[in-house]
């Protein structure tokens, strides 16, 4: 069974960069979101298996956003998405639920890594 993911990041670019790494590692994009709020919509509509969630955007911010997805689903599992130096924000959007992080630019092997580890599989890269 394909894993489904909703892709959060206000970056178009940042979303299909990270899509096309999970889509050729075998997951299924089922939605996308640019801001926290339309995040938190499209995860109660999707009920996707994993969200990658961008920490700062317009609206609602990533560790908002994980709160209220949190709130509305406890085993939710979210990746968090930063740029360097935004450690301290990782941390707090750990501590508000999310299960991992991911450093932009993005590298393909330690996506399927941390998505491996937060679903508990061996990573089959």
């Known amino acids: 069974m394909k894993l489904r ?3 959060v990041d206000d970056a178009i670019f940042m979303r299909k960069m ?3 790494i999970l889509a050729e590692n075998g997951m299924e994009i089922v939605g996308e979101a640019d801001t926290g709020i339309k995040a ?8 996707p298996d994993l969200v990658t969630m961008d920490i700062i955007m317009p609206e609602m911010n990533g ?3 994980v709160r209220k997805i949190i709130e509305f689903d406890s085993q939710a599992k979210i990746v968090m998405c930063s740029a360097l130096g935004q450690q301290a924000l990782v941390q707090e959007a750990i501590t ?9 630019p993005f590298n393909a092997a330690r996506v399927v ?3 491996a580890k937060v679903f508990n599989q061996v990573p089959t890269v």
């Open 18 to 20: 990270i899509s096309d």
């Open 113 to 115: 890594e941390v998505v």
């Open 63 to 65: 560790i908002d956003a």
């Open 5 to 7: 993911v909703l892709i």
């Open 96 to 104: 508000a639920g999310a299960k991992d992080f991911l450093i932009k």
């Open 40 to 47: 938190v919509e499209k995860f109660m509509e999707l009920r």
